[in-house]
């Protein structure tokens, strides 16, 4: 099994930045825009944006005319997204199971199945309590995570891909639990053994998150099942894009 805390060598990892860095931005910049496009958030609103990486996405909302605060776990990725501070955006290393800022923000974001990591249901419950406090009564969250059923269904076992002088050697696999992501990297310039990474990301369906921000005072809005904001459908949907409101 991974070690239970996976997460925080490998988000730290220059691995990690060199394996994702081609990952699609246009269509993640598309999919916020037309995001915002369908929240009509006030010009000025307060956002944060919960595991922000390197703080590409909360550079974009702050472009739109937001005041953004990214927080994430990864120090290097935080030191970073700071280069792009201003007066209206960011950044902060922080933990999401702990609280942060209480009843501050009209809205919070976690984009990209940026969850699902911790070892313990208890875990991630504090992380939606934590996301929960720090809106304002009537603030919205959007939480984008993987459809369960669709990634079951399409499971691609193994690969490989190189990149410069690094090579990927990728494992994938799931329980009923979890979905899980070997990451075997050789790098032809470190003499050092081959690196070893897993990730590990939880089967939550849309019940399961009803029921979490239920019990943060959190009512689920809608379920979206795409980037383009399609209707969500349980088998066919790549996505489950859920818009839940705190209670007022």
Not at 23 to 52: H, W
Not at 154 to 161: A, D, P, S, V
């Amino acid at each position: 099994m991974p070690d239970k805390a996976w997460y925080k060598d490998w988000f730290n990892s220059h691995y990690y930045h060199l394996l994702y860095q081609h990952r699609d931005e246009e269509e993640a910049l598309q999919f916020i825009n037309t995001l915002i496009r369908y929240l009509d958030p006030p010009k000025g609103s307060r956002m944060v944006d919960v595991a922000c990486g390197k703080g590409r996405h909360s550079k974009a909302l702050a472009d739109m005319g937001f005041d953004v605060t990214g927080i994430d776990l990864s120090a290097a990725s935080i030191e970073e997204a700071k280069k792009d501070e201003d007066e209206h955006l960011h950044f902060f290393q922080h933990d999401m199971r702990l609280p942060f800022w209480i009843n501050y923000f009209g809205y919070a974001f976690n984009f990209f199945t940026s969850f699902g990591y911790f070892r313990t249901r208890r875990e991630h419950d504090n992380a939606i309590r934590t996301i929960a406090q720090s809106l304002q009564p009537g603030g919205i969250f959007v939480i984008d995570y993987l459809n369960v059923h669709y990634s079951e269904d399409r499971l691609e076992k193994t690969f490989t891909t190189t990149i410069g002088d690094t090579t990927f050697h990728i494992t994938k696999w799931q329980d009923e639990e979890h979905f899980f992501k070997q990451i075997q990297v050789t790098d032809q310039l470190d003499k050092a053994p081959k690196h070893l990474y897993t990730e590990r990301v939880a089967k939550f369906s849309l019940g399961d998150f009803t029921d979490m921000l239920a019990y943060q005072d959190m009512q689920v809005q809608e379920v979206f099942g795409d980037y383009q904001l399609g209707r969500y459908d349980v088998r066919k949907s790549p996505r489950m894009i859920i818009i839940a409101k705190k209670k007022s």
